[in-house]
């Protein structure tokens, strides 16, 4: 029964980080995504509402954060993988909308992909694809 609803919440974390993904136009305010599906390099930066960016921004990534977490407690059920996890996320997502701001108040169209890639990293749960393979060795490494 355990195994089962540890299958059950890890589907059901997964399926957040889906639906976030197929849902990212209609749920969230980012004016980048058409910018960067278009051919950019060409095209005049679009002006960012600070707040608004910075709120939908956030919420994504608490969102994604959160599906990630699901993913990490049912995967191990482990909570000092859970502490560890929360503390890097937000220690990662101070930083990357540091460095988001810095480089877009400072933009220019050579730093356009600078900025493509701290925006991926803030915007897509990257985070979770290293932290479940290093935990699962962890775990390796504490069995033997």
Wanted: with cysteine; aromatic share 22%.
């Amino acid at each position: 029964m355990k195994k089962i609803i540890s299958i059950i919440g890890f589907s059901l974390g997964l399926c957040g980080l889906i639906t976030l993904r197929f849902f990212e136009e209609k749920l969230f305010y980012d004016p980048l995504l058409d910018f960067y599906h278009g051919d950019f390099l060409e095209m005049p930066f679009p002006k960012l509402d600070f707040w608004l960016y910075s709120f939908n921004l956030g919420f994504r990534y608490f969102l994604n954060t959160f599906s990630s977490l699901i993913l990490i407690w049912f995967a191990f059920e482990n909570k000092t993988y859970i502490k560890f996890s929360l503390i890097l996320f937000i220690a990662l997502f101070l930083v990357g909308s540091l460095v988001f701001w810095i480089i877009e108040n400072n933009i220019t169209s050579e730093s356009y992909m600078q900025l493509f890639y701290v925006r991926r990293f803030l915007i897509q749960p990257l985070l979770v694809i290293v932290l479940l393979p290093a935990f699962y060795f962890q775990q390796l490494n504490n069995k033997a």
